[in-house]
């Protein structure tokens, strides 16, 4: 097995830290073409589609990568904003914000962003990191909840990247932060900002992306962490149990998922005269197709054809300043003894002329 041509070293560099934030991916165009490389490499990932390989492959490319492209292009295009799809640019958004809030607090990191599926690949990111002199690299996965098919998926791609390297950075990973006070915070303030300006709906919708049912019975945490951040939540809001709702969205073949659907849900709550509903994505740090197009569009108009009057969709945090701080918080924390801050480093530097003028004049 070759391995890849390592970049010029410097000796005498100064070691470099690095923050990865990890989305899941975007194709590159609302194309049917676009859309098609997009779903291969997405659901082809044994972590996100768990049965026997053989016939998944028989499924995928002889079905679904033959008629799903073209449905899910016009979905894209619905949502397609001028500097491109919505998740790389609040992802961008987030990366740059976040490499500011860092040095602003004294910890000049690079950061970066990469996609699971798509572009930038993770791949391209770590080689650009490394060349850049990285050696120490926090992976930040942008999803709240702990989840084999998204937080996992990520650190395999980091794998497949090293089986490939000679010299490896050193490593760090954030499993989960959902219960992480600023990223519940961030949450509330959301909420409250949208309540301020847009008044308050008669309940309070948490929607989750969803995954198969058996995932929980193997043994993902991820249910248990969406309950507890919408418990929190809910908790910081000050609402009673009545006032809030945790559904689970993004259902994907004829296997039971986690429930209860957020769709159905939204049609009962409108059939029992719930007037108005506030829906808000708690697992999603950036708006994407699924908050946007799922959301905001096909999910709005079933709760309003079922009898709703008023539904609002609140946003992801995006690039809120609350979100980005608390995510600075994050990242500061898993970089504990390697981020040194810019004045503790010029000091170390300091005291090291010192030791070695001194070794030079005995």
């Known amino acids: ?32 073409a676009a859309l098609r490389r997009y779903l291969a490499q997405f659901l082809g990932d044994p972590r996100v589609v768990e049965i026997p390989r053989a016939l998944w492959w028989l499924i995928l490319h002889g079905v679904i990568l033959r008629v799903r492209p073209a449905k899910s292009a016009k979905k894209y295009e619905s949502v397609w904003m001028p500097e491109g799809s919505p998740l790389q640019v609040w992802s961008s958004k987030q990366a740059t914000l976040l490499r500011g809030y860092l040095g602003e607090r004294g910890h000049p990191v690079l950061v970066r962003h990469a996609m699971r599926y798509g572009n930038p690949s993770v791949d391209s990111v770590l080689d650009e990191l490394k060349a850049a002199g990285a050696t120490r690299i926090l992976l930040l996965p942008m999803y709240p909840q702990y989840s084999g098919p998204t937080t996992a998926s990520a650190w395999d791609a980091v794998g497949a990247w090293s089986a490939r390297v000679r010299s490896l950075p050193e490593f760090r990973f954030v499993n989960r932060y959902h219960d992480d006070a600023g990223y519940i915070e961030a949450l509330a303030q959301r909420v409250l900002a949208h309540w301020q300006t847009n ?26 962490e969406c309950l507890k951040t919408a418990r929190l939540l809910g908790e910081r809001l000050t609402l009673q149990k009545e006032q809030l709702v945790v559904t689970f ?78 995510l600075a918080d994050i990242a500061i924390r898993h970089m504990q003894g390697w981020s040194v801050k810019a004045a503790d480093a010029k000091a170390l530097e300091a005291q090291r ?5 001194a070794g030079a004049s005995d």
């Open 1 to 32: 097995m070759s391995f890849a041509t390592e970049p010029a070293h410097r000796h005498g560099t100064p070691e470099q830290t690095a923050v990865l934030l990890v989305n899941l991916g975007t194709p590159d165009a609302p194309t049917p």
């Open 199 to 224: 008044g308050r709906g008669d309940k309070l919708v948490l929607s989750f992306h969803g995954v198969p049912k058996r995932t929980l019975l193997l043994g993902d945490p991820y249910h248990c």
């Open 249 to 326: 969205q993004s259902r994907f073949g004829k296997a039971e998922w986690l429930q209860p659907y957020t769709e159905p849900t939204l049609v009962e709550l409108a059939k029992q005269g719930v007037a108005s509903v506030d829906l808000m994505c708690p697992g999603f740090t950036a708006d994407c197709l699924e908050t946007l197009e799922e959301i905001d569009q096909e999910a709005r108009e079933a709760f309003l054809e079922a009898g709703g009057k008023a539904f609002q969709y609140i946003p992801c945090l995006n690039d809120s300043h609350a979100w980005i701080a608390a």
């Open 353 to 357: 002329q010192r030791a070695l003028a």
